[in-house]
């Protein structure tokens, strides 16, 4: 069993910049990769953006491309999501997921957390 917590959300202006951590423990943690999806009210959950855990190999989103950046620290079983120039229509619930096997989808999910932009 993995467990992913994430922190770093808030509210913040439109322009600003906020840094959302997910950490991992449970289980020996080497997922194939990890993502980070978010859903706004009365929408459905969309990918940002994802990273290959081995290789570091990213995936954006358009919405998000030139704007957020997702890295990982192996050894701190952790990836992060810079978010840079926030948008208004940014704002939703965080959700970072491990995916355990290529091409399976996500197996684990975080409880989420919250991210306004405020404009």
């Known amino acids: 069993q993995v467990q992913l917590v994430e922190s770093g959300g808030g509210l913040v202006q439109a322009g600003g910049s906020l840094r959302l951590s997910c950490a991992a423990s449970?289980?020996?943690?080497?997922?194939?990769?990890m993502g980070w999806f978010r859903q706004a009210p009365g929408k459905a959950r969309d990918i940002v953006g994802a990273?290959?855990?081995?290789?570091?190999?990213?995936y954006y989103a358009d919405s998000v491309k030139g704007r957020f950046t997702v890295s990982r620290d192996n050894a701190k079983n952790t990836v992060y999501l810079q978010m840079n120039s926030l948008k208004p229509e940014d704002t939703a619930v965080y959700y970072c997921a491990a995916a355990l096997f290529r091409g399976k989808g996500y197996d684990y999910w975080g409880q989420g957390t919250q991210v306004t932009v405020s404009s």
């Open positions: 990273i290959v855990w081995s290789g570091g190999s990213t």
């Open positions: 449970g289980r020996t943690f080497g997922p194939y990769a």
